[in-house]
C-alpha cells in the first residue's frame, strides 16, 4: 500500500470485515473480527468512530481539533490512519 | 476478580454430513431431541454478551442442520456479538447465507479435507468437496471474511502447497493449518494420523517461504513433534466458553471426555455463574493447580501447563503436565508415538459413523 493514501481524497472507512463496538464491560473501544478483538486506546476510538467514508483525513482532524484544541492532530491522526491500514482494517 | 471472558464457541448440534475420523466432537453424542432451543439459545448470547462476550462461533456439527439456525444468529448478532458461521459448506446455499447475512452474519470458516476431490472426499467419509467448492464461491461472491480450515495429518500434508493454492482459488482470506490433535475420536485414528516427521518438516519449509501475498496463513502448532506445548485456550477458563448442543458448559470442546469434571449446564446456571463460579471452570484455572514440572517452569504463565484434556487422555490424570511438553515426565508417551508415525504404514480409518437421527 503506498503510504501517500493520506490524502485530500482519502475517505477513511472500516474494512467490511471489522465491527467497532463499545465493550460496555472492559469500558473500551474494540475492532472486531474474524477470530480477533483489537483493545483501542481512547482516542484510537473516537478517530476510527469518524471514519465512516464521509470524511476527509483532514475533515476528521478539523473534528477533532475542536474537542483537543492545541494537539498535534495534523501528524499524528495521519499516522495512527496510515498504521490502522496498514494492518487491513481501513480502506 | 476473574476476567470476562472473550468468546463463546456454541456448538448448535452434533449431527453432521460428515464422518472425519479427527471429529472433534465428543465419543458420545448428544442426541438431536436433547438440543438447547431458539429460545434457550437467544438466552445464552444475551449473558454472554451481558458478562464481555464479543465473539462466536456458531458450530456444530453441522450448524445449518439445525432449521433455526438464521434466528439463532440474529439471536447472537443482536446481543452485540459478532459471528463467524463454522462449516462443512453442505447445505450452504447462497439464498440460505443470504438470510444469514441479513441476520448479521459477520464471517464464514469452511473446512475442507484436502485440495483434491478424491482425497477430500476419502477423508470426509463422503461425496462433499464439490459441494465445498461451490459453497466456498457462494462465500466469495457474498464479500464476507472467509476463512478456510484444513486438519493436517499424513495423508494430506504432503499436497500442502496444492491446498494453498486450493485457499487462494477459492478466494479465502485466511487458511488455518489446523494440524490434527488428538484427543476422543482422532486419538482412536492416531496411528492413521500421525505424520512422519519429514513431512512435517517440509509443510514447515512451504509455510516460511510464503511470501505474505494471498490469504492470510495460519499454522496450528503440531504439538506432538514440538517438544513444548500449546497454550491450549489461552488457559482454562481464560478466554472463552464452550456451550454443547444440550447446554453443557465446558472451558474447552475436548473437555467432554473428562468423566470428574461435572460440567455445568447453561439449562441450570445463568453464564456468569458457570463463569465465575462452577467447579469445573475454576478446576484447572491459574496455576495453582500445576503440579511437576510446570510448578516452577518459567513458561506456566505462556503455555498455562498445555492441554488439560491431553494429560487426561493420555494419563488418566487432567493435572499433570502435557505430555507434549518435552519436560513431562510422560513425554515418551507422544515422542514414542511420533517416532513410530514415521515407520509404519498408515492404517485404515476408523470413520465417525453417528447412530441414525431420532
Redesign the interface.
Known sequence: MPADRTDGDWRPALA??I?L?H?T??GAD?L????R?VRLSETGGRVLRLCDGSRTVGDIVAELGEAFPGAPLDDDVPEFLDRVRAEGWLR | MTDAPWALLAELTHACPLHCPYCSNPLELVRRDAELDTAEWARVFAEAAGMGIVQAHISGGEPLLRRDIVQIVEAAHDAGVYTQLVTSGLGLTSRRLDDLVRAGLNSVQLSVQDARAESSDLIAGRTSFRAKERAAGVIAAAGLPFGLNVVLHRHNLDRLQEILDLGARWGADRIELANAQFYGWALRNRTALLPAREQLDRAKEIVAAHDGSGPEIVWVLPDYYEGVPKPCMGGWGARSITVGPDGTALPCPAAYAMPDLAPPNVRDHSLAWIWAESPAFNAYRGTGWMTGPCRECPRRETDFGGCRCQAFALTGDAARTDPACGLSPDHHLVRDAAEAAGSVAGSGFAYRRPPPVR
Request: net charge positive; hydrophobic share 45%.
Open positions: 467490511r470485515s465491527v463496538r465493550d464491560v472492559r474494540l472486531l473480527m474474524p477470530e478483538a
